[in-house]
């Protein structure tokens, strides 16, 4: 159990040093972050923890962050290419990956010990307010300033933020951790169905073809699961609903608000936001879902724990999923959206694999099979909503040139 700690005490401050040695790097070019990058900073918070949402959205964002790096430093996309930018992208996310299963697999222990996941949840919200806090007061990184419009809609995100995790808490809580991530495979169908009905915002045919084999994959595996929690099965999708939400919400703000949000909101700047407003705002969820039972939980876990133990963990858990996201945001800066989709993709299969493995909890064949076709499934969609995506952006571009080609010709005959 020590050497358990140690490794990941350990873990915890290489994933703190890495991201402390990126702040001073984008503290140096804040400006550029919050004023030249289309669309504005909410993008990364169009995740989810639903990172598939996000891919769609940042686009713009990614290839802006990469191109200016490539002109700052004079060079061209083949020096983009070299053995150092691939090793440090390879970096990102492995260390994206390990930071991702490892929270998984403590918050799911902690779970375990303390079966409170509204209480656990909102303490996790606090150890990453806190985090953040801590870099702005000493100055690692430049403190970020909201409007009162800022204000505004980082509230909303950090509500459906908020609920998107404490659901899903309610879910690893209920069931195994490898049953809630087969069910939020599903992320995509909801981001689909919110955006058409919320949004108006309707994809090529082709692209809701896809998400066939995400429902069907996903119902395949869930049918004859032998660890099936109706608990755990319907807080997963009402987490998948919350953050698709928060999806439309994070879009809604970034297409209104303009330069009107703040000063220095780097993507990082910006998720230490959403998770202070997340924390606040899952207060009185805590206090009426669960009341002071956890203090009851609390001491009975203590007949077999410390209370040295207890706050260790809840503090590795907590640091875990906050860095998690923010590792994930680094990897994205450097990286095309598709090339996240296919590691995001390939991470919950990890995380499916390292949960079985660890916790003992057999699968059937059935739910390995639905599980993978669901999975296959999303990386289809992925991939097949960004390239129509490009397609209809090759169209606009082109009817815009043709149209100001019209006009000049119009005008020379004048």
């Not at 290419?81 to 929270?103: D, E, P, Q, T």
């Not at 390239?387 to 000049?408: M, N, T």
Request: hydrophobic share 50%.
């Amino acid at each position: 159990m020590k050497k358990s700690s140690e490794t990941l005490k350990s873990g915890i401050l290489l994933a703190i040093l890495l991201l402390l040695s990126q702040s001073h790097h984008a503290s140096a070019h804040a400006t550029f972050s919050a004023s030249q990058i289309t669309p504005s900073p909410l993008s990364p918070l169009d995740v989810t923890v639903d990172h598939d949402a996000l891919v769609s959205s940042t686009t713009i964002n990614s290839k802006a962050v990469v191109s200016d790096a490539l002109l700052r430093r004079g060079g061209s996309d083949e020096e983009g290419n070299s053995l150092a930018v691939r090793l440090k992208v390879g970096g990102y996310f492995a260390l994206w990956y390990i930071l991702n299963i490892v929270y998984n697999i403590v918050n799911k222990k902690f779970l375990n010990v303390i079966p409170a996941p509204l209480t656990v949840g909102s303490l996790q919200f606090l150890v990453g307010s806190l985090y953040s806090i801590i870099l702005w007061i000493t100055t690692f990184r430049s403190a970020p300033i909201l409007t009162s419009k800022g204000k505004s809609e980082v509230n909303k995100v950090g509500f459906y933020h908020m609920m998107g995790q404490e659901l899903s808490m309610m879910s690893l809580g209920a069931g195994p951790v490898s049953f809630t991530h087969i069910v939020k495979a599903l992320e995509p169908f909801f981001s689909a169905a919110v955006s058409a009905i919320v949004f108006g915002k309707w994809m090529h045919p082709v692209v809701y073809a896809t998400l066939i084999p995400v429902v069907g994959g996903v119902a395949y595996a869930c049918l004859k699961e032998r660890s099936f929690s109706w608990l755990a099965f319907w807080t997963a999708m009402a987490s998948n609903l919350a953050f698709a939400l928060r999806a439309v919400v994070s879009k809604s703000a970034l297409d209104s608000a303009g330069g009107e949000l703040g000063e220095n909101l780097t993507s990082v700047n910006l998720f230490g936001l959403v998770t202070i407003y997340a924390f606040i705002q899952s207060i009185p969820l805590f206090l009426l879902g669960e009341g002071l039972s956890f203090l009851d939980k609390w001491n009975a876990a203590l007949t077999s724990n410390t209370s040295m133990d207890l706050v260790k963990g809840l503090i590795i858990s907590g640091l875990f999923h906050y860095l998690n996201n923010e590792v994930m945001y680094l990897a994205l800066s450097n990286v095309h959206p598709v090339t996240l989709a296919v590691g995001n993709t390939m991470k919950r299969v990890f995380i499916v694999i390292a949960s079985v493995l660890v916790f003992r909890n057999p699968i059937t064949v059935q739910a390995a099979i639905g599980s993978a076709i669901g999975i296959g499934g999303v990386l289809l969609y992925s991939l097949t909503k960004q390239h129509y995506e490009e397609l209809e952006k090759q169209k606009k571009l082109a009817e815009a040139l043709a149209q100001s080609k019209k006009g000049r010709r119009f005008g020379l005959r004048g």
